[in-house]
């Protein structure tokens, strides 16, 4: 029987794919965890054969550890979820080792038939992505964790470091930490350049 791990913040998600999983028949131990930092940690002792992967963690970007757990989990087939219909994200995913790409209003039978696809080492990519990328949201904004965007909205509206800090429960080191990472990942260099940033695609 094939074990899954299923690495998804909500709750009703995970209980839903349990659902299917042990209807199917096909499959046998499911673990879950909430975080990327819980999930990395649980790789350490399991090797699921299918890790299903939701982008958008409270933690950390999950994106960013998709090709660490490709290099430890070589059998490991990797689905990623996610509510974002994107090419450009689509393409980023696959590039980082992933098997699969599927939107989260999957219903029962896509969600095998992707499983039976990755398990038999093709790519599943979800027929419903766009092929052209439309509106005028920037495609960098989906790399962010909800925590980056945090400190995007606080800033966009004139907060200070250590108001940020306090707002979020968080040192000013972090805060500033982390707006680094924003600044890397968005290649800006100053907060005139992220609030530009922030308003143009709905963060300010």
Do not use: W
Request: aromatic share 6%; net charge neutral.
């Amino acid at each position: 029987m094939n074990s899954v791990f299923i690495c998804e913040d909500h709750q009703i998600v995970i209980d839903g794919i349990e659902h299917i999983l042990q209807k199917s028949g096909q499959y046998g131990p499911v673990s879950s965890c909430k975080t990327v930092g819980a999930l990395l940690e649980a790789l350490k002792s399991e090797s699921p054969r299918v890790l299903i992967l939701d982008l958008n963690l409270p933690d950390q970007n999950s994106l960013d550890h998709i090709a660490e757990i490709r290099r430890s989990h070589p059998n490991t087939a990797i689905l990623i979820l996610t509510m974002h219909n994107d090419p450009l994200l689509a393409e980023k995913v696959r590039r980082e080792g992933a098997d699969g790409f599927l939107l989260k209003d999957f219903g029962e039978s896509e969600l095998l038939y992707a499983l039976n696809v990755i398990m038999a080492g093709d790519y599943y990519n979800n027929p419903k992505i766009k092929h052209v990328c439309s509106g005028s949201s920037d495609a960098k904004a989906l790399f962010l964790t909800k925590r980056e965007k945090q400190i995007i909205r606080e800033t966009a509206i004139g907060s200070s470091s250590s108001a940020i800090a306090s707002n979020l429960y968080i040192s000013k080191h972090t805060v500033n930490t982390h707006r680094r990472n924003i600044y890397k990942k968005l290649n800006i260099s100053n907060i005139r350049e992220l609030i530009t940033f922030a308003y143009k695609n709905g963060l300010g």
